[in-house]
């Protein structure tokens, strides 16, 4: 069983960068693909990014593509998700998520994660 703790979050302007980090238990976290979704309250659970476990592979949402870079530190347990120029549309709760490997593809669904964080909140706002 992976458990992760997110922290990185807070309140900040528009146009600013965060850097979010989810911390893992010891002695799994490299098997399993790692990946960053957010919620705002009433509405979908939404993929944001994810790593492979090899960390050779990564995918992103189409709303943070070009502004985002997500990365991992095994010797850290540890996974990192960055986000440049802030909106308020970024606003949300953060979660960090572990998959199973399973086939080639990079999991994008929620629902191929096994082991979720509690979240950290990010708050863009004037």
């Known amino acids: 069983q992976v458990r992760m703790v997110e922290s990185g979050g807070g309140a900040v302007q528009p146009g600013e960068s965060l850097t979010l980090s989810c911390v893992g238990s010891?002695?799994?976290?490299?098997?399993?693909?790692m990946g960053w979704f957010r919620q705002v309250p009433g509405k979908e659970l939404e993929f944001v990014a994810v790593?492979?476990?090899?960390?050779?592979?990564?995918s992103y949402a189409d709303s943070v593509k070009y502004r985002s870079a997500i990365s991992r530190d095994d010797a850290k347990n540890t996974v990192y998700l960055q986000i440049r120029s802030l909106t308020p549309e970024d606003t949300a709760m953060y979660y960090c998520?572990?998959?199973?490997?399973?086939?080639?593809?990079?999991?994008?669904?929620?629902?191929?994660?096994?082991?979720w964080g509690q979240g950290t909140q990010v708050t863009v706002s004037s």
């Open positions: 010891e002695g799994t976290f490299t098997r399993y693909h």
């Open positions: 790593i492979s476990w090899s960390g050779a592979s990564t």
């Open positions: 998520a572990a998959a199973q490997p399973k086939g080639w593809d990079l999991p994008l669904n929620r629902h191929a994660y096994g082991y």
